[in-house]
């Protein structure tokens, strides 16, 4: 079984759970800075970036 299978079904499900991490706060208002710019929020940029990060860890 390849264990990217199991990644690629979780995130292409549209139902949205809590996570709580710790990052460096500089971090945390730079991308909240960003997301305005964006108009959009913080989680959906992570989002964005962890699975372009798990796509290429596959």
Known sequence: MNLA??????MSSMARKKFTTSLDENIIQ??????V?????????LEKLIEEYL????
């Open 55 to 58: 796509k290429k860890q596959a």
């Open 30 to 35: 730079q991308l909240k800075i960003q997301a």
């Open 5 to 10: 299978e199991p990644i690629v079904l979780l």
């Open 37 to 45: 710019k964006e108009g959009t929020d913080a989680s959906k940029i």
